[in-house]
C-alpha cells in the first residue's frame, strides 16, 4: 500500500471527507439553526435581521456539502452508491427541504406583504427542522449500520431507519443546530434582539444537553457495541473528553456574554461529535449489519491510487483559496447586521 | 423496464429543469461583468441603475440554479448507483473538482455581489462580479468535461468484471481534455450567453415598447445587443465544429441526427421533415448531399449510417432526436438574422424606431432556451442505449435497490415542486420587471415602506 507521510491515501482521503463534512455541519449548521428558530422571533425586523446574519454566507456554507458528495462520489463512489440509493426517501426529503430553504429566503423578501412573509417564515424554518431532521437521521443510521449484500447494495426497508437511536441523534442534532444557530445570530446581533437570543440560546442549551445525554444513555445501555473502539485505547478517551469540556463552556461563556468562544465552543462540540462517530464506523464507511464481509470499507469502496492521488492534489490547491475568499467574505460581513437597501 | 423508463423520466425532468438557470446566470453573469466595468470606467449612473437591477434578478435566477442543483449531484446516488460505481473514479473526480474550484468561488463571493454594495469599494464589488461569472464559467468546465466524458470516453481503462467491473482513470489530463469537451464546452458557454443576452434584450425591448426608463433601457439593450450578435455568429462556428466531432466520434448518432440509414449512400440535410423510424424513411425539405458536402465538401463520400450499428447499439428514438436538433440549427440560424438586422438598424439610427422589432426580441427570449433545451436532448438522447458511450448501458446503469414506487413517489414530488418554483420564479420575475430599474432609495423610504405594508412592524 503506497502512503504519503506514512499513511495510505485512502485514509488521507476519509480524513478530508470527514473533514469536509464538519465544515458543512459547523458552516451550514449555524444557517439552519437559526432557520429553526426563525418563528421564535416574533417582530418583522428581526427577522429580516436574522435573514440578514446569514444572508450573504449561508449559499457559500451550503457549497460544502456540495463539496462533500463529490469527495464522497470520487473518492469512494461504492459508498456514495449505496448510502444515495439506500437513503431514497429519507434523502429526496432532505432535498426538497435544501429547495425550500434555498427559494424561501430568496422568496421571502421580493414581496411587502404579511401574508406573503408569513407564509415564506414558516416554509423556511420547517425546511430547516427537516433537514436537520433528516441528516440526524441518515448520520444515526450510518452509525448503526445497514443491511448490505454482496455488490454493496441495500436490502433493508427504509421504515427502519426510524428506530429510536436514530430518532434520538435526529433530535439532538436539530438541539445543536439550534444552540449553534442562537449563538451565531447572537454575534451578529444587539439591544432588544440580542437579549432575546441570549435567552433562546440559554433554552436551547438545556434542549441539546437533555436530548444528547438521553442519547448516550440510552446508547450505552442499549448499544454497547458503538463504544467499543473508544474502550479499547484510552487516548481515545480524548475525544469524548473534549467534547464535554466544549459542551460545558457553551453555557459559561454564555453567561460571560462571550458568544464567539461559545460559537467556537459549538462549532468544536460539533467535530468532535462527528468524529466520535467516524472513530467507531472506522475502517467502515458503512457498516453491513447483516454479514461483516460485505461492509463497505475504505479500501474495498475506495476510487483508485491514481484518482486518490489526484483528488488530494485538487484538495491541496482548492483548500487554500477557498480558505482565502471565504474568510474574505466573512471579514466583509464581520460586525452587527445592518439593514440597507440590498437587504432581503 | 418500468424502473428505467421511470428514473431517465426523472433525470430529464429535473436536469431540464435545472439546466433554464444555470446558462442564465453565465450569461447574465457576462452582462453584468460589462455593464460594472463600463460603471467602473465612465462612472455614469445610468450603468450602476442597471448593474444593480440585473443583480436583483441575477439573485432570483442564482438561487432556484443553485436549489435544483444540489439535487443533480446526487441524483447519481440516489437513481444510477451501478452508474455511480463504474465511473466513480473519473466523473467524481470532474464534480468535486468543480465543487472546489467552481461553486465555492461563485457562491462565495455570491455574497459580496448581492449584499456587498455598500461595504466594498467599487472595485471589489466588481472583482467580486467577476469571480461569480468566472466560477460559474468554471462550473460549466467541470460538468461538460463530465458529460463529454459519458460521450467520448479516453483517459482510463476497465478492470473488475461482473457487477463490479469500473473505469479507472490512467491519464487525468486525457480524460479532461477527451475528444469531444472542448468543442462541446465552447457551444455551451455560447449557448449561455445568448440565454442572458436575449433576457436582458427581451426585458428591455418590452420597456421600449412601454416607453418606460428609456434612458436606461436604450443603452442596456445596446449591450445586450453587441453580446447577442457576436454570439450568433459565433455559434455558427461552434456549433460546426461540434457536429464535425460527433461525426468523428459518434456516428450513430450523427445518423439519428439526419435520419440517415444507408451506409453506402451520401447523407443529405434536412431544413425540417419527418422521420418514420419503422420504414427507415425521413420526409421533408432536403439539401440532397448536403451533410457529406459538409463533412467532405463533395457530393460522394457516402456517411455511416445508421444501419451500420446493431439494432441493440443505436438510438431508437430516431424522429425526436431529428426532431430536437432541427429545433436547434432552425433557432441558430433565426438568431443571426435577427441580432445581425437589429445590428444593422442600429448602424442606420433606426433601432429603436421599429416597433415590431422590439415586440419580436421581447418574444425572442424563449428561442435560446429552446436552442439549449433541443441541443442537450440530442446529444444525450442521441447517445443512446449507452451511459458511457460504447461502455455502459442506460439499462445497466439503474440503482437497482430503488423500487419503482420510490421513483414514482419523488417524480411526483420533484414535479409538484418544480411546478411551483416555475410559477413563482415567473411571478416574482414579472413583479421585478414591471417595478423596473428605477432608484433603490435610502434605507430610510425603505423602511417607511415596509411599515406600511406591514403592520407587524410598529409593536
Given at each position: 500500500m503506497e502512503t504519503f507521510l506514512g499513511i495510505d491515501y485512502n485514509f488521507w482521503w476519509f480524513l478530508v471527507f470527514g473533514a469536509v463534512i464538519s465544515g458543512y455541519a459547523i458552516l451550514d449548521g449555524f444557517d439552519l439553526g437559526a432557520g429553526a428558530l426563525h418563528l421564535f422571533l416574533k417582530k418583522e425586523t428581526s427577522r429580516r435581521i436574522a435573514l440578514n446574519a446569514i444572508g450573504p454566507v449561508w449559499d457559500g456554507n451550503e457549497v460544502w456539502l456540495v463539496i462533500g458528495g463529490g469527495a464522497l462520489f470520487a473518492g469512494f463512489p461504492v459508498a456514495y452508491a449505496a448510502i444515495f440509493s439506500g437513503f431514497y426517501i429519507p434523502f429526496m426529503v432532505f432535498m426538497i427541504g435544501l429547495i425550500w430553504r434555498a427559494v424561501s429566503i430568496e422568496f421571502r423578501?421580493?414581496?411587502?406583504g404579511l401574508k406573503w412573509r408569513l407564509i415564506w417564515d414558516f416554509i423556511y424554518s420547517f425546511a430547516c427542522i427537516v433537514i436537520a431532521l433528516s441528516l440526524g437521521l441518515m448520520l444515526g443510521n450510518v452509525a448503526l449500520g445497514l443491511p448490505l449484500n454482496e455488490q454493496h447494495e441495500f436490502i433493508g426497508n427504509w421504515l427502519s431507519f426510524f428506530n429510536p437511536f436514530s430518532i434520538m441523534v435526529a433530535i439532538t442534532t436539530l438541539a445543536l443546530f439550534m444552540l449553534h444557530g442562537a449563538i451565531y445570530l447572537a454575534m451578529k446581533t444587539e439591544k432588544r434582539l440580542y437579549t432575546k437570543l441570549t435567552i433562546l440560546a440559554k433554552n436551547f442549551t438545556v434542549f441539546f444537553v437533555v436530548s444528547f445525554g438521553i442519547t448516550t444513555l440510552y446508547t450505552l445501555l442499549y448499544i454497547p457495541h458503538l463504544s467499543d473502539k473508544i474502550r479499547s485505547n484510552p487516548v481515545y478517551f480524548t475525544l469524548p473528553l473534549i467534547m464535554f469540556l466544549a459542551i460545558a463552556n457553551i453555557p459559561r461563556q454564555l453567561n460571560k456574554g462571550k458568544y464567539r468562544y461559545a460559537f467556537i465552543s459549538s462549532s468544536v462540540t460539533i467535530a468532535s461529535l462527528l468524529a466520535m462517530v467516524a472513530l467507531e464506523v472506522f475502517p467502515n464507511l458503512l457498516y453491513a449489519?447483516?454479514?461483516?464481509?460485505n461492509s463497505i470499507t475504505i479500501t474495498n469502496g475506495a476510487s483508485s491510487l491514481k484518482t486518490m492521488k489526484t483528488l488530494l492534489l485538487i484538495a491541496a490547491i482548492g483548500t487554500p483559496l477557498v480558505g482565502i475568499y471565504t474568510s474574505f467574505v466573512f471579514w466583509t460581513f464581520k460586525g452587527k447586521v445592518k439593514l440597507d437597501e440590498m437587504s432581503y | 423496464m418500468v424502473t428505467e423508463i421511470l428514473a431517465r423520466i426523472q433525470f430529464a425532468f429535473t436536469i431540464a429543469f435545472h439546466y433554464i438557470y444555470p446558462p442564465l446566470s453565465i450569461g447574465l453573469g457576462l452582462i453584468l461583468v460589462i455593464m460594472e466595468g463600463m460603471y467602473l470606467k465612465t462612472g455614469n449612473k445610468i450603468y450602476e441603475q442597471m448593474t444593480r437591477f440585473w443583480i436583483k434578478i441575477f439573485a432570483l435566477i442564482f438561487g432556484i440554479g443553485v436549489a435544483t442543483g444540489i439535487i443533480m449531484e446526487f441524483e447519481f446516488g440516489t437513481n444510477w448507483a451501478t452508474y455511480s460505481k463504474y465511473v466513480g473514479d473519473i466523473f467524481g473526480s470532474a464534480l468535486a473538482a468543480e465543487g472546489i474550484f467552481a461553486f465555492a468561488l461563485e457562491s462565495g463571493f455570491l455574497g459580496i455581489l448581492l449584499f456587498g454594495w455598500n461595504r466594498v469599494s467599487s472595485k471589489v464589488h466588481f472583482l467580486s462580479t467577476l469571480m461569480v461569472f468566472l466560477g460559474s464559467m468554471f462550473s460549466a468546465v467541470w460538468i461538460v468535461v463530465a458529460n463529454s466524458w459519458q460521450q467520448t470516453p479516453a483517459g482510463f481503462h476497465i478492470v473488475g468484471e461482473g457487477m463490479n467491473t469500473r473505469a479507472e482513470i490512467t491519464d487525468f489530463w486525457a480524460m479532461v481534455f477527451n475528444p469531444s469537451s472542448v468543442e462541446r464546452l465552447i457551444h455551451v458557454w455560447i449557448g449561455a450567453f445568448l440565454a442572458g443576452a436575449f433576457l436582458v434584450l427581451s426585458v428591455n425591448a418590452y420597456y421600449i415598447l412601454k416607453n418606460k426608463y428609456l434612458e436606461i433601457a436604450k443603452p442596456s439593450f445596446k449591450i445586450a445587443l453587441v453580446v447577442a450578435t457576436i454570439f450568433s455568429l459565433a455559434q455558427l462556428l461552434a456549433g460546426d465544429k461540434s457536429a464535425e466531432g460527433v461525426a468523428k466520434n459518434q456516428p450513430a448518432k450523427l445518423a439519428a441526427m439526419e435520419a440517415?440509414?444507408?451506409?453506402?449512400a451520401v447523407a443529405d440535410m434536412y431544413l425540417l421533415g419527418w422521420v418514420n423510424n419503422t420504414k427507415q424513411k425521413a420526409t421533408g425539405i432536403k439539401i440532397p448531399g448536403g451533410l457529406t458536402f459538409l463533412l467532405h465538401q463533395d457530393f460522394k463520400t457516402p456517411i455511416t449510417g445508421l444501419n451500420a450499428f446493431k439494432p441493440d447499439e443505436r438510438p431508437t428514438q430516431v424522429n425526436a432526436i431529428f426532431q430536437m436538433y432541427h429545433i436547434m440549427i432552425a433557432i441558430g440560424i433565426t438568431l443571426i438574422a435577427l441580432t445581425l438586422y437589429a445590428s444593422w438598424q442600429w448602424k442606420r439610427g433606426k433601432l429603436f424606431d421599429k416597433r415590431w422589432l422590439m415586440v419580436v426580441f421581447a418574444w425572442a427570449v424563449f428561442l435560446p432556451q429552446i436552442a439549449n433545451q433541443a441541443g442537450w436532448f440530442t446529444a444525450e438522447m442521441g447517445r443512446q442505449p449507452w451511459v458511457v458511450y460504447g461502455l455502459l448501458k442506460t439499462s445497466d446503469a439503474?440503482?437497482?435497490?430503488?423500487?419503482a414506487n420510490q421513483i414514482i413517489f419523488s417524480l411526483i414530488l420533484f414535479t409538484l415542486v418544480y411546478i411551483t418554483l416555475f410559477i413563482l420564479f415567473l411571478y416574482l420575475l414579472n413583479k421585478k420587471i414591471k417595478y423596473g430599474p428605477v432608484d433603490y432609495g435610502t434605507k430610510e423610504t425603505i423602511e417607511q415602506g415596509s411599515i406600511r405594508d406591514n403592520p407587524l412592524l410598529t409593536h
Open positions: 423578501s421580493k414581496e411587502p449489519t447483516n454479514d461483516i464481509k | 440517415h440509414y444507408d451506409s453506402s439503474l440503482s437497482r435497490t430503488v423500487s
